[in-house]
């Protein structure tokens, strides 16, 4: 993997305002049902991704698209109150920025989204997002902002980028990719599901990526780079309030431990670490820690 960067971290794709009720159990149809808590907090892969990022020490930005709506403008304020810069965001008042609601039940630890869907990720030429995708340390893309990436004019070879591949992305390759992170179902649906956790990564190496970080929730995360052999890296237990937006909050945590010069594997323990911790909130970004990667233990 890459060493010490000190640069900016780049986060492009989603971000939503989330509006977030914890209940025991699912309501049935035309009932009412009391919450237990409720919360209105911002969300989306990118967006939370670089919220962890900025928790953990990293400089970050966050591009995107959203509306000139109130929706819109909570995010911004969300993100910029997180330090996060949003230079490179978008505002289209042709469009509706991406809001869900969310029910959380306490009794089976699972979640049922209503989403509206998130604009289409693109930048013009010559914007903010060109001069940050110029000379960010990493950019950091979800399902969302892979396109923009990928085809961005202009765009440095040497580039380190870093997918969050959790969702399909259509006519994907981890080709270039320096750090692929799917989660183990992504990777048997691509690959096939008679294969091993270690078969599934050096698949992933052989089509091209330069490191891969497998997740598996509970199972923790499986981590293979180049000229190395596999490490599971158990899961951190954790005490549950809702999952929302955790795996989110690995991908920005173990960016941001790996532009910090963390080898890869205790990157990924740092990065489940996080991610623990944040399932003690509600929302996907109150229960962050607010760390400082120079003071993890070098053991996993």
């Known amino acids: 993997m890459p060493q010490l960067t000190t640069g900016t971290l780049l986060f492009v794709g989603c971000a939503t305002l989330d509006s977030i009720a914890l209940v025991q159990d699912y309501p049935a149809a035309d009932s009412r049902t009391v919450a237990t808590d409720f919360a209105t907090a911002g969300g989306g892969p990118a967006a939370t991704a670089a919220v962890a990022a900025a928790r953990a020490g990293a400089r970050t930005a966050f591009a995107g698209v959203l509306g000139t709506d109130e929706e819109g403008d909570r995010i911004i304020h969300g993100l910029e109150s997180e330090g996060v810069d949003t230079s490179a965001v978008v505002r289209d008042a042709g469009v509706k920025t991406g809001a869900s609601v969310i029910v959380v039940s306490r009794a089976t630890e699972s979640r049922a989204i209503v989403t509206r869907p998130v604009p289409p990720v693109s930048f013009p030429a010559g914007s903010r997002f060109s001069e940050l995708l110029q000379s960010a340390a990493w950019v950091h893309t979800d399902h969302l902002g892979w396109n923009a990436v990928a085809n961005a004019s202009g765009r440095p070879a040497t580039l380190n980028i870093s ?31 008679d294969f091993s956790p270690a078969a599934l990564l050096q698949k992933a190496l052989d089509d091209g990526a330069s490191a891969v970080v497998a997740t598996a929730g ?7 780079e180049r ?16 999952t929302l937006g955790a795996g989110d909050v690995y991908h920005g945590a173990l960016l941001a431990a790996v532009a910090a010069g963390l080898p890869l594997v205790q990157a990924a323990a ?7 911790a944040s399932c003690g909130g509600l929302d996907g970004r109150s229960a962050i820690p607010h760390q400082t990667i120079d003071h993890v233990p070098a053991s996993i």
């Open 218 to 224: 509970s199972d923790g995360a499986w981590v293979l």
């Open 270 to 276: 740092f990065a489940g670490r996080t991610a623990s």
């Open 163 to 193: 997918v969050d591949a959790g969702n399909p992305i259509p006519d994907f390759s981890p080709r270039g990719v320096a750090l692929y992170v799917p989660t183990i179902e992504r990777l048997r649906a691509e690959y096939g599901e």
């Open 227 to 242: 000229g190395s052999d596999p490490v599971h890296v158990p899961a951190t237990p954790a005490t549950i309030v809702s």
